[in-house]
């Protein structure tokens, strides 16, 4: 009997050791034939492949330029009260000129602020009309030519301006013997004359009469004849702002 068991035995254990050897005969055929798969996959040429170079790739396009900012504006104030030096440009008389005739003057000097920048520089134009232009009825009378500044045109660019003509270099001109002081001078030899003639009933009382009434009606000419008040060319004036003048200097 126990003979028999270990017969069974043995023979059991043969044939799990047949079918573990056979099971791992199959293991490694399989792994065999998976490597050579892999090792005989085909494998790309590249003597046999056409290589077409990939497309350059598009310019990025360029920046847009960036603007420079524009720089910052800087201005300079004259105060109210500030001298503006200035010469006349042409000759200005009561003779010839009219109310609301314009006229321009030449800054002559710079005018600076309270920090010493330069607000109007030397040669920038100054713009005016006349106001008054009545001349002296006589040497011993005044005439008076009156002008108003409207603006300044400081390099290129014109401020208009509230200012006055504080002083001027202007001169007194007499215009000489005019048609009207001949004719006071003739009416005075004329009333001479009739007045010698009545005097004196003679010619002689005449002719006196008439070199007396003349020289009278020199005399009155003279006394009565116009002076104009003449600004010339290049005369000095001083204008004066009353309010602040502010300008940009770019």
Not at 172 to 177: A, E, S
Not at 179 to 205: C, E, F, Y
Request: hydrophobic share 40%; glycine share 12%.
């Amino acid at each position: 009997m126990r003979r028999n068991q270990w017969l069974r035995l043995g023979v059991a254990l043969c044939v799990g050791a047949l079918l573990g050897c056979a099971k791992g005969e199959q293991a490694n055929q399989s792994a065999d034939s998976t490597a050579r798969n892999l090792t005989l996959a085909p494998t790309e040429s590249s003597a046999a492949m056409k290589d077409v170079p990939a497309p350059a790739p598009a310019p990025a396009p360029a920046p847009a330029p960036k603007k420079a900012p524009p720089p910052a504006r800087t201005t300079y104030t004259a105060e109210a009260g500030t001298s503006v030096p200035a010469a006349a440009d042409e000759s200005i008389s009561t003779r010839t000129a009219k109310p609301g005739a314009p006229f321009t003057a030449a800054v002559s000097g710079d005018v600076r602020d309270r920090s010493g920048h330069i607000v109007i520089p030397m040669g920038s134009t100054v713009s005016g009309t006349v106001v008054h232009a009545d001349p002296a009825p006589n040497p011993r009378a005044t005439g008076r030519l009156e002008l108003a500044v409207t603006s300044v045109t400081v390099r290129g660019r014109t401020y208009p301006i509230d200012a006055t003509v504080e002083s001027k270099d202007s001169v007194m001109q007499g215009r000489g013997v005019t048609a009207a002081d001949v004719a006071k001078v003739g009416g005075g030899a004329a009333i001479g004359a009739i007045a010698g003639k009545l005097l004196g009933k003679n010619t002689k009382g005449a002719v006196i009469g008439g070199v007396v009434g003349g020289a009278a009606g020199a005399v009155a000419a003279n006394r009565s004849r116009d002076i104009d008040v003449v600004l010339p060319k290049g005369a000095g004036m001083v204008i004066r702002l009353t309010q602040p003048l502010t300008v940009a200097i770019r």
